[in-house]
């Protein structure tokens, strides 16, 4: 009988172990049904709220209404652009030698050019032909172009120029290759050049174009008015003796 008491203690023990296994295994589940509830935000604990910010906002727009727009209303107002803007980019066409340096250094490769070559005759007799490139194709795509300015930079003939004319889009990227004779006209909304700072010093080519030409007579009365070379010390010295 005290066998099966205990018996029956012990399985009351193990009912109880049973039960505080099931608190244990239902105790989670009662704090997945109740979740403590979130702490407020940071910032919002800092700032006392929803209100003060709204007034802050509110307030914000309140300054800003009271300044003026510098919205420009583009197409009915242009926009003052500086003169250097990089809108499209011009060619002189005269200017060019085809030296394919532009097309050569474009990142893009966005610069397409067709020259031939042309015999010129002899200006004096005895005198040598002359070859010349002829510039047969100068075109630029601009749905490539990415507006670096390097064929600008590194033309040396000053062929290439930026104008700020920017009003060319296209509905059809194709039209966006321009040939040589629409990049032509684009020089004519290219700026002059600033005036030269007139404290500057003349340019050497420039002070070479202004002077006089030296006539046939002058040059031989220089070299008679020139002073004959000093006699050398030895001579002298044979000469006294
Ligand atoms: S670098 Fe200048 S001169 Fe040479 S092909 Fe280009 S535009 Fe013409
Ligand atoms: S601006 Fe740059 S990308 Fe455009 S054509 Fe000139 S070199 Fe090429």
């Known amino acids: 009988m005290t066998e099966q008491a205990d018996h029956a203690h012990a399985g009351h023990g193990h009912a ?14 009662h704090r997945q049904s109740q979740p403590p509830a979130r702490p407020e935000p940071e910032s919002r604990r ?15 727009t309140a300054r800003t ?23 499209v980019i011009a060619l002189t066409e005269e200017n060019c030698t085809s030296c394919m340096l532009c097309a050569r250094e474009c990142p893009d490769w966005c ?10 005759p002899a200006t004096t007799e005895g005198g040598r032909e002359r070859q010349r ?31 700020p004319e920017f009003e060319y889009s296209e509905t059809d990227i194709r039209d966006l290759l321009h040939e040589k004779d629409r990049l032509g006209e684009w020089m004519q909304t290219v700026p002059p050049p600033p005036a030269l700072d007139p404290a500057s010093a003349e340019p050497a080519e420039v002070a070479a174009a202004n002077k006089p030409p030296r006539t ?25 003796a």
């Open 16 to 29: 109880d172990h049973a039960h505080a296994g099931h608190d244990h295994a239902g105790g989670p589940q």
């Open 46 to 60: 800092r700032q006392g709220g929803i209100l003060p910010g709204l007034v802050k906002g509110l307030a914000t």
């Open 65 to 87: 209404l009271a300044r003026p727009s510098h919205t420009a209303e583009y197409p009915d107002t242009r926009p003052d652009l500086p003169p250097r803007s990089r809108g």
């Open 111 to 120: 610069i397409y050019i067709d020259s031939h070559k042309e015999t010129l």
């Open 133 to 163: 490139n002829v510039l047969d194709r100068f075109a630029i795509d601009f749905s490539l172009c990415m507006y670096c300015g390097i064929c600008i930079e590194v033309c040396p003939f000053d062929a290439l120029h930026w104008s």
């Open 216 to 240: 046939l007579r002058e040059s031989s009365a220089a070299r008679t008015a020139r002073p004959r070379p000093a006699a050398s010390g030895n001579r002298e010295a044979g000469d006294d």
